[in-house]
């Protein structure tokens, strides 16, 4: 029987929901672990990537960053990580994935509902943010020839509404077992290709 395939997701609270379902569809086939702890912003998953691909040895990495990146503090209208950071962070991240021998793929950001978030943190994330972030982080992972997982589409088709919990970001357990479905089934076509 070969041994299963190592996956390493890295990401921020939204994979940690997702994970466990992740495991659970790939059993037997894959060991999947997340990194430790949230992956938070596109700073700490360059600080911190080449530690978290030692500490697991993967094969494949899911990752994902983003919506920490667009925070907004109430009285401010500036980003956690502006744009133009989180594009040389990225390109960084690609470029050392590149020379790594991990297959990679990356995750888009969900949508957030907006008015709910604003209602129950202390700080906003808008839509327009997450749509820009994406588009950036799709053009560099393509021109790196990184896969995308496209999990935004999958909400925003799904309607956000229908899928977020009352903080307009996070998911209940059908929300998360959703994502889960999509990423083992990216995972499973990796897998299958080797």
């Known amino acids: 029987m070969p041994r299963p395939t190592r996956i390493l997701i890295i990401g921020d609270s939204i994979s940690i929901g997702y994970t466990p379902f992740v495991s659970e569809m790939l ?3 894959a060991e999947v672990g997340h990194n430790d702890g ?3 912003d596109a700073r700490n998953v360059r600080a911190h ?3 978290w691909l030692a ?3 993967a094969q494949i990495v899911h990752l994902n960053c983003g919506l920490h990146d667009i925070k907004v503090p109430f009285d401010s209208d500036a980003r956690q990580v502006p744009l133009a950071e989180y594009r040389r962070h990225l390109t960084w991240v ?3 994935l590149k020379a790594s021998p991990v297959t990679a793929i990356w995750a888009s950001s969900t949508p957030v509902v907006e008015a709910w978030h ?3 943190k202390e700080f ?3 839509n327009a943010d997450v749509d820009a972030y994406n588009a950036a982080a799709a053009e560099i992972m393509t021109a790196a020839g990184i896969a995308v997982n496209d999990l ?3 909400v925003a088709a799904a309607g956000p509404e229908k899928l977020l919990s009352p903080d307009g970001v996070h998911f209940p357990d059908p929300g998360y077992r959703m994502l889960a479905e999509k990423v083992a089934a990216c995972l499973r076509a990796v897998m299958n290709s080797d």
């Open 27 to 29: 059993s037997g086939r």
């Open 38 to 40: 949230n992956g938070g």
């Open 49 to 51: 990537l080449d530690e």
């Open 55 to 57: 500490e697991f040895r």
């Open 94 to 96: 690609a470029d050392r």
């Open 118 to 120: 604003h209602q129950r």
């Open 124 to 126: 906003d994330r808008f």
């Open 152 to 154: 935004h589409s999958i």
